[in-house]
């Protein structure tokens, strides 16, 4: 490439970059706000990555005709609608497999009650795609200078670039407790700044909506604080020490005061002080060193100090619900010199430590927010698992137990716990039914709790399980606790099919030669890899947090390493390009090997051996699949239109992915392959019929 062509493509790259750096940062921006003003979301965060995927893919098939003007009144429209209309309703779900926690304790008494939660995930679905569609043309229009002036790649990577330094941005917003007020500033900055330069009077106008913004959402917060996880605020109730806590609007838990025997204690309260101190007089014994996980603002910690324990390790992965322990809980229990905080994920802690515990105290750990964006797992998905019991088990002394409280809604959830509770010790659980506030469950376990077996049922306020339940065990590749069936239920079949249209007309409407042949017709060939490649990211997004915790911090520096492979695989292949014959298989390797190998056996390894399995595990078949894409996009004639559908595929890899509450994550790997497999039959073909024409 020239001088003067280099130089001629230097504002159209920064412009690029930044226009990508904006594309991840509102897209990260939109998770996050999102499910604090409308609860639904919560439950469906990948739905703004699909929709973020499908604008980008729309736009691109527009690109030539790139204008930034409907891009700020598309975005405050999803602001105003979600904050304003959609997130002032109470939106109900019945009949949903899904275990939903829909209560909307910051509304006020007189909100609208509306049946269904379709309608809010359709409209914001809706709006966020339309907001995206301008970023998506004027990415594809730079993308395709590029291609036109120096090559593809490089635009490509560029395009990467800027991806990767928004991930590292927004991360570290989230490190330093940012407010969405300055999440958005950002987003308006961005915005401002790429219209200044075309024109100042364009840069007025975003200003001013940006201003606009800014104001919407400033008004409408209703959180006290952001944790890395959820939108939190507190309420004390009249009359008693303890406080509530909210994530993203509902009740999540409280801060009681639950030391025994304190005269005058309302019924409630006193039924909840027993619930808590149960087990520990059912275990017979001063408890001695007790773990919990899901340690919260410390209600179980306060309760184990209470019972005489010696030593208490707390686990709690929000660092935010630790803070208001420390200053709201009215027993103090983090002030104790006889607890040792660990901000981490309860799975990951029990895989790491060599500590041996008397009592291990699985807290009301059921979670309000997915681990990833691109996953249907939740947060609290591996810890109720078959596998996961299992490492607790091996955590307790040799005459220790387990107490597991719960929040049981669904009979089938019930039959889920007593069933893993009975694999992992060989006998049925004891468990205690009472309604204790936060859990109406009690599952005990382990060589300590043994003898209850021989306690007649009339005489106690609990009984034996008589029966193993014949139900499907959730495991760490089937981590659903909270899904009657392994299947994709009714509800997620009707959802796929509604976003599937609606993705079907948004294409349409952008290109209506869509299924012409030549220039103006579908690259399915780009389609499948975008769509392969989005499920092999949510199989390694959702591996890793396996093996590294679910922790924002990892998903942060997986998205990262992700983005960061993709950017030296396309550098390098503009370079110095491997021919297609080595890098499609080894790619088919790749993932073979991924299949065959299921994250848990890389849980044995420690240190720099954990992190140069994972680096292989992942960063292989992911630099080859980069590879691949690198070579057949760099062909194309028409850049802009090939990445439009690239992350058109993408859309229908985000779909794909609820295939998992079937099949498994492992089988995931199986279906990308089975999308690369078309690929290369395309690619195949396409060079036999070149051939046969020469």
Known sequence: MSAAADRSLRRPGLELLAASFLVLFQELTFIRWLPAEVRVVAYFPNLVLISAFLGLGVGALRSGRASLMAWWPATLAVTVGAGLALGRVA?????????????????????????????????????????????????????????QRATALRGYALDLGGSLLGVVAFAVLSASGARPLIWFLCVAVLGALLAAGHSRARAGWFAGVGVALALVVGGLERATLYSPYYALSTYAYPGLPDVAIRANGSLHQVAADLVRDVPGQPAQRAESVVGYHEPYRLLGRP??????????????????????????HAVEIDPELVALGRTLHPNAPYASERVRIIVDDARSYLQETDERYDLIVFGTLDS????????????????????ALA??????????????????????????????????????????????????????????????????????????????????????????????????????????????????????????????????????????????????????????????????????VVFGAILFTLLVATLLT??????????????????????????????????????????????????????????????????????????????????????????????????????????FWMVERGRRAGATAG
């Open 574 to 679: 503009d370079v110095r390009p491997l021919r297609w014959g080595v890098a499609a298989p080894l790619l088919l390797l790749a993932l073979v090997a991924t299949w065959f190998v299921p994250p848990s056996v890389l849980l044995v390894t420690e240190g720099f051996a954990r992190i140069a399995a994972s680096v292989l595990y992942v960063g292989v078949p992911v630099f080859f699949a980069a590879v691949c894409f690198a070579l057949r996009f760099a062909e194309r004639e028409d850049a802009g239109r090939a990445f439009g559908w690239n992350v058109l595929g993408a859309v229908l890899g985000g779909l794909l992915e609820f295939l998992g509450m079937t099949v498994g994550f492992a089988a995931l790997v199986l279906v990308a392959g089975a999308c690369y497999l078309g690929a």
């Open 91 to 147: 939106f109900t779900a019945e009949g949903v497999s899904e275990h939903l926690w829909l209560l909307y304790a910051d509304l006020p008494e007189g909100a609208p009650v509306v049946p269904g939660i379709r309608l809010p995930i359709v409209v914001l679905f809706v709006l966020s795609t339309a907001s995206f569609v301008p970023l998506g043309q004027y990415v594809a229009d730079r993308i395709q200078l590029f291609r």
């Open 368 to 387: 309000m927010t997915r681990l990833a964006a691109l996953s249907t797992v939740r947060l609290d998905n591996f810890v109720y698992t078959r596998d």
């Open 391 to 556: 490492a607790a088990a091996r955590r307790l002394a040799p005459d220790g137990g387990m107490a597991m409280y719960f929040m049981v809604s669904e009979p089938f959830i019930h039959d889920r716990l007593v069933a893993l509770m009975a694999t992992t010790f060989g006998t049925l659980p004891a468990l205690l039914r009472r309604d204790s506030q936060m859990f109406n469950r009690v599952y005990l376990g382990g060589p300590a709790f043994e003898a209850l077996s021989d306690v007649p049922a009339e005489a106690s306020a609990f009984y034996m399980a008589n029966e193993l339940p014949a139900v499907d065990l959730p495991t760490d590749d089937w981590p659903f606790l909270y899904l009657a069936d392994r299947a994709v239920s009714p509800f997620y079949l009707s959802l796929m099919a509604i976003l599937a249209g609606l993705s079907a007309v948004f294409v349409g409407l952008a290109r209506p030669d869509i299924f012409r042949r030549g220039a103006g017709g579908a690259d399915w060939e780009m389609f499948l890899f975008g769509a392969a490649f989005l499920l092999l990211e949510t199989r390694y997004v959702t591996a890793m947090n396996l093996l590294w915790g679910a922790t924002w911090i990892t998903s942060a």
């Open 287 to 312: 408890p001695g060193k007790v773990l919990v996980l899901g340690a919260g603002t410390g209600n179980d910690v306060a309760v184990a100090l209470d019972e005489g324990a010696t030593e208490v």
